[in-house]
């Protein structure tokens, strides 16, 4: 059983145990399904290893539910699990994932209308059945139809974040055959694109090994529920996670050239196969190919000319660049969107790096609706490499999550001096001898009409105040604009956070006039961010291009709301990449004292 099968049972604990009204219990489940998505070791080898204490040492894992976990594993059904699952027998997993609809609404729905799937949700929202139902009214019918279009839009792509542990994972495990001298993930998961169609893998094999061993081992993966096919050099699986994967083994010769092509995108490699046609050559994921006229003689005697292909790149990717007179281009950078031309001109970025990163300015604790203490995240960041953190919970206007008000901010801001002045957290590796600093800040609300909720002469003594607009989504594009600018506008507003508020497969971005807010964010000194958070990933690549050319700094953030979610962090610098962002473009890749001076 995979991670992301344990990972589905333990959010399906949590609806089912909300949806019977249990408390507790699903906030426990929802931590435990989100620790075992984040690891990146098979919980099921760590089980047959070390048995149920191992399963402790998940994140938010605690005995019940390792009991839990360890029953499944064995083979067996969960009596919990089947009494619940028997009580309400629907595609939770579907229902939840439509921006809308929650568990309490899904209990009422098959309650009221034996609505077991979206497809018959879709059917009774269309119907005008959802209305009719006491408390639900023509707005939710709206919502609810609204989500379904959104839902089938996405179209069985996955969000990377949520599935690149178990990526990582897979190619770890190819790479450890014997027969495998090297192996990789190819296509859009390398060029680290928001979300994933399919997985394409590479692997070379051993001098001395078959094509067909590796094959073979492949299909016996944990991972695999379906075979499409299997043939010596490709073969085509589904995965238990819903996704296909496909892995196709080539020669040594051809490896550059194949995870060339195989990477993509597809439109970067017609540009460059474009490139080779130009000077009579031919390039495909075999190699870089010239012709070269041979002299034989036929059985007349008379002398005939024959074309031979000769290989002149293509066991690295950078032979092939160079070849064709381009500079190495960076995976998240090919999309033909220019990179081509800049390679030409020796005018490449140099991108901010997957270890550039010295703070995170985006950070939620157990004062609101993070799982964790400021101490405990503090030192979750140290051990993750990170220099500095900011503290921002939630303010008031989202009751939901206990946010501060100005009272508890000072009470929070005095803890993180107490704390502050006792932590002496070194990480050996990246800081040595140097002290881990906690900041003041806050994510404030952005109101309908562009004020906040906390007020100015709080706001003044933060050390780091983030702004987000958490309500009001459906105003229009000039009202969205007007609003957001007036929050950029406060002098005490640093950054805005998660800029469209979108939720990828969820909820759609607000309206926004982003010219306008770049513009405006340029002359207040206003920073955006890159809020990591997998399905978030706001503001998007395009955006970020923008800024860069505008001048505008941006801060990747976690946006974490427990221990485990620093990890985040490496998917917000593959979005910075793919919009062209240098170090000097992110604040949080700056010393604290550097980063605090940019501040307002
Ligand atoms: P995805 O899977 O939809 O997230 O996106 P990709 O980019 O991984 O696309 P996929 O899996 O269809 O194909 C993998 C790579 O193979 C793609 O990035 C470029 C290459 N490729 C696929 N089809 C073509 C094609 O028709 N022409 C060229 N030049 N390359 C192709
Ligand atoms: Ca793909
Ligand atoms: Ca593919
Ligand atoms: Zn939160």
Same mark, same amino acid.
């Given at each position: 059983m995979t991670n992301g099968e344990i990972a589905k049972i333990m959010r399906e604990m949590a609806i089912l145990y909300e949806m019977d009204g249990v408390l507790f219990k699903p906030r426990a489940y929802e931590r435990a399904a989100f620790g075992v998505e984040s690891l990146s070791t098979d919980v099921s080898e760590m089980y047959k290893k070390d048995? =149920?204490?191992?399963?402790?040492?998940?994140?938010?894992?605690g005995k019940g539910i390792a009991f839990h976990i360890a029953t499944i594993l064995k083979g067996r059904s969960f009596p919990e699990y089947a009494k619940l699952k028997k009580k309400i027998p629907v595609d939770i997993s579907a229902l939840s994932s439509?921006?809308?609809?929650g568990p309490k609404m899904i209990k009422t729905l098959y309650e009221k209308?034996?609505?077991?799937n979206v497809a018959d949700l879709e059917k009774a929202a269309k119907a005008g059945?959802?209305?009719?139902?006491?408390?639900?009214g023509e707005k939710s019918e709206e919502k609810i139809l609204k989500g379904i279009e959104f839902f089938k839009k996405s179209?069985?792509?996955?969000v990377l974040g949520h599935v690149l542990p178990e990526i990582k994972n897979m190619e770890k495990m190819i790479l450890s055959?014997?027969?495998?001298e090297t192996a990789i993930v190819a296509g859009s998961a390398r060029r680290k694109k928001?979300?994933?169609g399919d997985i394409d893998i590479l692997a070379i094999p051993k001098a001395?090994?078959?094509f067909e061993a590796i094959m073979d081992k492949f299909i016996a993966?944990?991972?695999? =529920?379906?075979?499409f096919s299997k043939g010596k050099t490709k073969t085509m699986v589904k995965l238990k996670n819903g996704l296909d994967a496909d892995l196709r083994v080539v020669p040594k010769e051809s490896y550059g050239a194949a995870l060339n092509y195989f990477t993509g995108s597809k439109d970067h490699n017609i540009a460059l196969r474009e490139l080779a046609i130009k000077r009579g050559w031919k390039l495909n994921e075999y190699g870089l190919f010239k012709m070269q006229k041979s002299k034989t003689k036929n059985q007349n005697d008379k002398q005939k000319f024959k074309i031979k292909e000769v290989q002149i790149?293509?066991?690295?990717e950078e032979s092939i660049y160079e070849a064709l007179d381009l500079r190495y281009i960076e995976p998240e950078m090919r =999309?033909?969107?220019?990179e081509i031309e800049v390679s030409r001109q020796n005018n490449l970025p140099k991108l901010i790096g997957?270890?550039?990163?010295?703070?995170?300015l985006q950070v939620q604790t157990?004062?609101?609706?993070?799982?964790?203490s400021i101490e405990a995240m503090a030192k979750a960041a140290a051990e993750y490499g990170l220099e500095y953190i900011a503290i921002t919970d939630h303010t008031k206007a989202l009751a939901m999550t206990g946010g501060s008000d100005e009272k508890k901010l000072m009470k929070q801001m005095a803890e993180i001096d107490k704390l502050n002045s006792k932590f002496?957290?070194?990480?050996?590796?990246?800081?040595?001898?140097s002290k881990f600093k906690i900041l003041k800040g806050a994510e404030v609300n952005i109101m309908?009409?562009?004020?906040?909720?906390?007020d100015d002469k709080t706001l003044a003594i933060l050390d780091v105040v983030g702004a987000a607009v958490h309500?009001?989504?459906?105003?229009?594009r000039e009202e969205q604009t007007k609003r957001v600018i007036r929050a950029m506008e406060n002098?005490?507003?640093d950054i805005i956070f998660h800029l469209t508020g979108r939720v990828i497969d969820k909820r759609a971005p607000i309206e926004l006039d982003i010219d306008e807010i770049i513009k405006t964010a340029k002359r207040t000194g206003t920073v955006l961010e890159i809020d990591a958070y997998p399905d978030r990933s706001d503001i998007k690549d395009e955006y970020i291009k923008k800024c860069v050319l505008s001048g505008v700094k941006m801060s990747i953030d976690?946006?974490?709301?427990?221990?485990?979610?620093?990890?985040?962090l490496e998917m917000g610098i593959a979005q910075a990449r793919r919009g062209w962002?240098?170090?000097?473009?992110?604040?949080?890749?700056?010393p604290v004292e550097k980063m605090l001076k940019m501040l307002k």
């Amino acid at each position: 059983m995979t991670n992301g099968e344990i990972a589905k049972i333990m959010r399906e604990m949590a609806i089912l145990y909300e949806m019977d009204g249990v408390l507790f219990k699903p906030r426990a489940y929802e931590r435990a399904a989100f620790g075992v998505e984040s690891l990146s070791t098979d919980v099921s080898e760590m089980y047959k290893k070390d048995g =149920e204490k191992a399963l402790l040492q998940i994140p938010g894992v605690g005995k019940g539910i390792a009991f839990h976990i360890a029953t499944i594993l064995k083979g067996r059904s969960f009596p919990e699990y089947a009494k619940l699952k028997k009580k309400i027998p629907v595609d939770i997993s579907a229902l939840s994932s439509i921006e809308g609809v929650g568990p309490k609404m899904i209990k009422t729905l098959y309650e009221k209308l034996k609505i077991r799937n979206v497809a018959d949700l879709e059917k009774a929202a269309k119907a005008g059945k959802i209305r009719k139902i006491p408390y639900f009214g023509e707005k939710s019918e709206e919502k609810i139809l609204k989500g379904i279009e959104f839902f089938k839009k996405s179209g069985g792509r996955r969000v990377l974040g949520h599935v690149l542990p178990e990526i990582k994972n897979m190619e770890k495990m190819i790479l450890s055959f014997p027969e495998v001298e090297t192996a990789i993930v190819a296509g859009s998961a390398r060029r680290k694109k928001e979300t994933i169609g399919d997985i394409d893998i590479l692997a070379i094999p051993k001098a001395t090994s078959k094509f067909e061993a590796i094959m073979d081992k492949f299909i016996a993966l944990p991972f695999i =529920e379906h075979i499409f096919s299997k043939g010596k050099t490709k073969t085509m699986v589904k995965l238990k996670n819903g996704l296909d994967a496909d892995l196709r083994v080539v020669p040594k010769e051809s490896y550059g050239a194949a995870l060339n092509y195989f990477t993509g995108s597809k439109d970067h490699n017609i540009a460059l196969r474009e490139l080779a046609i130009k000077r009579g050559w031919k390039l495909n994921e075999y190699g870089l190919f010239k012709m070269q006229k041979s002299k034989t003689k036929n059985q007349n005697d008379k002398q005939k000319f024959k074309i031979k292909e000769v290989q002149i790149a293509g066991e690295t990717e950078e032979s092939i660049y160079e070849a064709l007179d381009l500079r190495y281009i960076e995976p998240e950078m090919r =999309e033909n969107t220019g990179e081509i031309e800049v390679s030409r001109q020796n005018n490449l970025p140099k991108l901010i790096g997957y270890g550039d990163l010295k703070g995170d300015l985006q950070v939620q604790t157990d004062w609101t609706d993070g799982e964790d203490s400021i101490e405990a995240m503090a030192k979750a960041a140290a051990e993750y490499g990170l220099e500095y953190i900011a503290i921002t919970d939630h303010t008031k206007a989202l009751a939901m999550t206990g946010g501060s008000d100005e009272k508890k901010l000072m009470k929070q801001m005095a803890e993180i001096d107490k704390l502050n002045s006792k932590f002496e957290i070194r990480n050996s590796k990246q800081i040595p001898k140097s002290k881990f600093k906690i900041l003041k800040g806050a994510e404030v609300n952005i109101m309908k009409d562009g004020s906040l909720d906390i007020d100015d002469k709080t706001l003044a003594i933060l050390d780091v105040v983030g702004a987000a607009v958490h309500s009001h989504f459906t105003l229009t594009r000039e009202e969205q604009t007007k609003r957001v600018i007036r929050a950029m506008e406060n002098p005490n507003v640093d950054i805005i956070f998660h800029l469209t508020g979108r939720v990828i497969d969820k909820r759609a971005p607000i309206e926004l006039d982003i010219d306008e807010i770049i513009k405006t964010a340029k002359r207040t000194g206003t920073v955006l961010e890159i809020d990591a958070y997998p399905d978030r990933s706001d503001i998007k690549d395009e955006y970020i291009k923008k800024c860069v050319l505008s001048g505008v700094k941006m801060s990747i953030d976690s946006d974490a709301h427990s221990k485990a979610h620093f990890s985040f962090l490496e998917m917000g610098i593959a979005q910075a990449r793919r919009g062209w962002a240098r170090r000097e473009d992110i604040i949080n890749a700056w010393p604290v004292e550097k980063m605090l001076k940019m501040l307002k």
